[in-house]
């Protein structure tokens, strides 16, 4: 059974409400898991055997800011705001060699004309959806619910939410800012592949970026009832030279009275996206 957390929106209530109509989870043999030491049984709640993923998780790192390795450093376009308006430094959360992105030429050459024009560039300036793996650590929190079958994500950013089928794979229809997820288990981590992605959502706010080829696969590893392990591994001959993995952790939201509100953005996003449109008296 899914309990709804009072603060979430009747959408997501209503999405909750249909999780339920698939087929049972697929088995599959295990994974190697070289992140963290497995879990024991004991160590985390559990539902129908599975690990209970059911939470409102957030992250605590900077890699909204920048996925890869960087300093901190002032943003000249709000010189006003002093240090409120400065990117903190961050290690890196890409699992390479170097724990840099290998882009191929023409995308890393794409991804420096993305950072050349932020803020106005970056679809989290105009309260577009996230995309997957941005979603798990934008600084805003979001619920997993995880029923018998179907588990439905819900995000504070934007409203922006999906359901992780459960059952047969489903083929994605069209490209979109979330993708279509299809997951499953491998013993204790749920593992989603998102395909159908759309070439417009970015990884961070320093112009990393995807294409419609890009397929991201999700491991969500259980550590405690307080930490989940997440993985994003990503692949894209169009733009990368080989496949790359982010991984950072994810720690439950669990002080009084914690719930996911609102943060429907689209009025804050207005001047920015149609600023340019609106005929303004000469000074």
């Not at 430094?89 to 030429?105: K, M, Q, R, W």
């Amino acid at each position: 059974m899914i309990r709804l957390p009072s603060g979430a929106s009747l959408g997501i209530a209503t999405l909750a409400l249909t999780i339920g109509a698939c087929a049972q989870p697929q088995e599959s043999s295990a994974p190697a898991v070289d992140a963290a030491p497995e879990a024991a049984a004991s160590d985390f709640s559990r539902l129908d055997g599975r690990p209970d993923l059911n939470g409102l998780w957030q992250t605590n790192v900077p890699a909204n800011w920048n996925l890869e390795a960087h300093s901190a450093a002032d943003l000249p376009q709000f010189p006003g705001l002093g240090a409120i308006a400065a990117i903190p430094a961050g290690i890196s959360y890409v699992d390479t060699s170097d724990g840099e992105i290998p882009y191929l030429p023409e995308a890393l050459a794409q991804r420096d004309e993305n950072r050349a024009g932020w803020p106005a560039t970056d679809p989290e300036a105009k309260c577009y959806m996230p995309g997957i793996p941005r979603a798990a650590y934008m600084p805003y929190p979001f619920y997993i619910m995880q029923g018998n079958q179907d588990i439905l994500f819900a995000y504070e950013f934007a409203t922006a939410n999906r359901v992780v089928n459960m059952g047969e794979p489903q083929s994605a229809v069209v490209p979109t800012w979330m993708g279509t997820s299809n997951g499953r288990w491998e013993g204790d981590t749920l593992v989603v592949e998102v395909t159908g992605n759309n070439e417009l959502a970015w990884y961070d706010r320093a112009g990393n970026h995807r294409s419609t080829s890009t397929v991201v696969t999700e491991r969500y590893t259980k550590v405690s009832d307080d930490r989940i392990d997440y993985e994003a591994t990503i692949e894209d001959p169009t733009l990368y030279s080989s496949a790359w993995t982010i991984r950072l952790p994810l720690y439950r939201r669990s002080e009084a009275g914690a719930q996911m509100l609102e943060f429907k953005c689209v009025p804050f996003s207005e001047e920015l996206i149609y600023g340019h449109l609106v005929k303004r008296d000469e000074e």
